[in-house]
């Protein structure tokens, strides 16, 4: 297992399976799973990209038996590289963000990767990430949602965050580390202004 590790650490994909790089997606280490999905990302094109969003999103059911915190990232990420197969589930994707039950912070993040395609998504990706971060005070989701948001260009929404100072979790693609949702705010912000 360390060996596989090095190999996401190296963002060495090509040296896994979709399998191998799947099972990274419950690792304990937040870590592990962005990259677990990001190898997913690298792996899985066309009908296989198909099949394995299907079965992250049976993996999210209470029926599959086999919940899967970091399925949101590998879903994303397999649509982020696939996005004519991701268009058929891109309004599924938006909508977890109303299952409690789903490592919200996670769609959030799906989001702003996918941003350009699920822009025109229903329900609405901008209206539906203000309504859950009404609803979730966690500084972990809202610097994702306050990220996406700004992906999405939503940026009138984003200024409203410039002097939030919770502080949550956030992958930055090389590793996860504290920051405050107004230093995202003022990122998008100040390159709106460049």
């Known amino acids: 297992m360390d060996e596989l590790r090095e190999y996401l650490k190296r963002?060495?994909?090509?040296?896994?399976?979709?399998?191998?790089?799947?099972?990274?997606?419950?690792?304990a280490n937040e870590f592990y799973r962005f990259?677990?999905?990001?190898a997913l990302g690298y792996l899985c094109k066309?009908?296989?990209?198909?099949?394995?969003?299907?079965?992250?999103?049976w993996h999210l059911s209470d029926e599959?038996?086999?919940?899967?915190?970091?399925?949101?990232?590998?879903?994303?990420?397999?649509?982020?590289?696939?996005?004519?197969?991701?268009?058929?589930?891109?309004?599924?994707?938006?909508?977890?963000l109303d299952d409690w039950e789903v490592e919200r912070r996670y769609v959030a993040y799906g989001i702003g990767r996918t941003a350009e395609i699920v822009r025109?998504?229903?329900p609405n990706?901008?209206?539906?990430?203000?309504?859950?971060?009404?609803?979730?005070?966690?500084?972990?989701f809202a610097v994702?949602?306050?990220?996406?948001?700004?992906?999405?260009g939503a940026l009138d929404v984003v200024r409203d965050y410039i002097d939030d100072e919770r502080t949550g979790r956030f992958y930055d693609g090389e590793r996860i580390i504290e920051r405050k949702v107004?230093?995202?705010?003022?990122?998008?912000?100040?390159?709106r202004l460049r």
Not at 35 to 38: S, T, Y
Not at 126 to 140: A, C, F, M, N, R
């Open 11 to 27: 963002r060495e994909f090509h040296k896994l399976s979709p399998r191998l790089a799947m099972a990274f997606l419950y690792d």
């Open 35 to 38: 990259r677990g999905a990001e």
């Open 46 to 57: 066309g009908e296989k990209a198909r099949n394995f969003i299907l079965r992250l999103f």
């Open 64 to 96: 599959s038996g086999a919940y899967c915190v970091g399925a949101p990232l590998g879903i994303a990420e397999i649509g982020r590289s696939n996005p004519d197969v991701f268009e058929g589930f891109k309004n599924k994707f938006v909508s977890l």
């Open 120 to 122: 025109d998504a229903y």
């Open 125 to 140: 990706p901008v209206d539906k990430l203000v309504e859950v971060l009404e609803e979730i005070k966690s500084g972990d």
């Open 144 to 152: 994702y949602a306050v990220w996406a948001l700004g992906r999405l």
């Open 182 to 191: 107004k230093e995202i705010a003022r990122m998008f912000i100040s390159e």
